[in-house]
């Protein structure tokens, strides 16, 4: 799938994990922020259509493509299409992740490396492709979706809790090594918000969340769209290497 109409001069902005929550509010945000939207998506094909045409109807050009994050050339190959079919990426950021909620003593070795390998390579893919671009250009903004857990830990998270621990970690040094370079990256770390992946959550669990946290509810995909728009924009010109929570003060 892909856009039409070439030569726009609407920054582009590239987001893994585009077609369903986060991802998918953080496109149509952006594209009322005047991006155009390359995203990538795993599965659901009518998911990425809708989002396609969504964003058209925005007045932003869409390109859509399935990736799977954990291969490296598939994520380079999107990287490349993008800048040739949209022009340079202004900004990335990263949402493609995933659960397999666990305690320690029964996780198998694929519980442990499928998340692992989406969460935290799906990212440094993302950042290893879009970084050197942006560095010829002396210009862009990364920002990375992390997560409360990755700040906290949270039981049954061993293997999602390290992953966003990791991309935390990640995103602080890469601003480090980027920031003269015209490069800011920052994360933002949600706490529980109402998507397909929290879906899956008993209520018993969502209530205990919901509890903890000082606005007494759960949040919205939108509502961290809004954090993460803010932080890719010029507004947030001297943020960087920062670690938001949008959590709901948890
Ligand atoms: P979701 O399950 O609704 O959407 C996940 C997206 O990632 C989908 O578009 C899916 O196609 C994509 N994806 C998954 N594996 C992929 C792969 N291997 N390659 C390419 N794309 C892949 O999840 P949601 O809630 O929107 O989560 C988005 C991000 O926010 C994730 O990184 C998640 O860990 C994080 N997050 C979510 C929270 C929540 O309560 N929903 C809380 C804290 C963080």
Redesign the pocket.
């Known amino acids: 799938m892909s856009g039409s109409a070439q030569g726009s001069s609407r920054p582009v902005a590239l987001i893994?994990?585009?077609?369903?929550?986060?991802?998918?509010a953080v496109a149509l945000r952006l594209a009322e922020d005047g991006h155009d939207i390359s995203f990538?998506?795993?599965?659901?094909e009518q998911?990425a259509a809708n989002l396609e045409k969504e964003l058209a109807e925005r007045g932003a050009r869409a390109l859509a493509r399935r990736?799977?994050?954990?291969d490296a050339a598939a994520v380079r190959d999107w990287v490349d299409v993008t800048e040739r079919d949209f022009g340079p990426i202004a900004v990335a950021v990263?949402?493609?992740?995933?659960?397999r909620d666990k305690p320690l003593l029964m996780m198998s070795d694929s519980d442990w490396h499928d998340v692992v390998d989406?969460?935290l390579d799906?990212v440094y893919h993302v950042c290893r492709s879009v970084v050197f671009p942006m560095m010829k250009r002396r210009g862009g903004s990364i920002v990375t979706?992390?997560?409360?857990?990755g700040l906290y830990g949270n039981a049954g998270q061993t293997n999602?809790a390290a992953s966003?621990a990791g991309i935390i970690a990640l995103s602080r040094s890469l601003a480090k090594e980027v920031g003269r370079r015209g490069i800011r990256v920052n994360a933002v770390?949600?706490?529980?918000?109402?998507?397909?992946?929290?879906a899956v959550l008993d209520d018993q669990v969502k209530e205990q969340v919901t509890e903890r946290t000082a606005l007494g509810r759960?949040?919205l995909?939108a509502e961290?769209a809004e954090v993460v728009a803010f932080l890719a924009s010029a507004r947030a010109s001297y943020v960087t290497g920062a670690v938001l929570p949008v959590d709901g003060g948890l």
């Open positions: 893994s994990g585009g077609s369903r929550g986060i991802g998918r990538c998506f795993r599965g659901d998911a990736v799977d994050v954990t990263t949402s493609a992740g995933i659960t989406t969460n799906g979706v992390a997560s409360v857990s999602y966003k770390a949600p706490g529980l918000i109402d998507t397909d992946m929290s759960t949040g995909a961290v």
